[in-house]
């Protein structure tokens, strides 16, 4: 099995960075179509990823509804499983966590009143109901040997549900979809964050010097 050495990794890092910022790096009437273009990247990844799981897993490797909704594996190294539980969340919180930076920039939109409070709800219900079917698919199509799964040589256990259930080709497939799809992500979250802190220096350097807060 290879094994990426960490210089390797921090060169995929960096490659990855620098792809992400020359994505960025165009005008902005092409910005805005590239942007609604990677929506639909990101949906049609989505798609392909509960489609290809949910058909390509081997009978023996599907849970059933019990599993999925009922079994609780404590593979951490707190005593109390109600604590791992509510631990748990802290992976999966950042997909909604910055749903609310459509208020940052809301002197940027056109129709605020409307354009950011519907922005906000609908990125809250679309992460929502895709991550649920996400989640669901691969508890669904992930077998029951967790442990292997999360000590997987790897080192990703998507990665190793992938492999598992599609075999070497149809997981580097699926996961070179996955990966374009993520840098489109990226994209997005880049000209986002840079849009949002342009805000804030903005709104700062229009403050009076004693109200600005230094913290």
């Known amino acids: 099995v290879f094994a990426a050495t960490k210089y390797q990794n921090y060169g995929i890092f960096a490659a990855t960075v620098v792809l992400t910022f020359g994505m960025t790096c165009v005008p902005?009437?092409?910005l805005n179509?590239?942007?609604m273009s990677y929506i639909f990247i990101q949906f049609g990844m989505l798609l392909a990823l509960i489609i290809a799981l949910a058909a390509g897993t081997p009978p023996e490797l599907k849970n059933s509804a019990s599993f999925v909704f009922s079994d609780f594996q404590n593979t951490g190294y707190w005593t109390s499983n109600g604590w791992s539980f509510m631990l748990s969340f802290l992976t999966p919180v950042w997909v909604v966590s910055g749903?609310?930076?459509?208020?940052?920039i809301a002197e940027e939109a056109s129709n605020a009143a409307k354009a950011v409070p519907f922005a906000m709800l609908s990125s809250l219900v679309t992460a929502?109901?895709?991550?649920?079917?996400v989640i669901i698919t691969i508890a669904f199509c992930m077998g029951t040997?967790?442990?292997s799964i999360v000590t997987s040589p790897l080192g990703q256990p998507l990665a190793q549900i992938a492999f598992n259930s599609l075999g070497k080709n149809g997981s580097i497939a699926l996961l070179v979809f996955l990966w374009v799809s993520s840098i489109c992500n990226c994209s997005i979250l880049m000209v986002a964050a840079s849009r949002e802190t342009f805000a804030f220096a903005r709104g700062m350097s229009n403050s009076p010097p004693h109200t600005m807060n230094t913290c």
Not at 99 to 104: K, R, V, Y
Not at 128 to 133: D, E, F, K, N, Q
Request: proline share 0%; glycine share 4%.
């Open 28 to 30: 902005t009437s092409l």
């Open 33 to 35: 179509k590239l942007n």
């Open 99 to 104: 749903f609310e930076s459509s208020a940052t």
């Open 128 to 133: 929502a109901v895709t991550g649920w079917a």
């Open 145 to 147: 040997d967790v442990i």
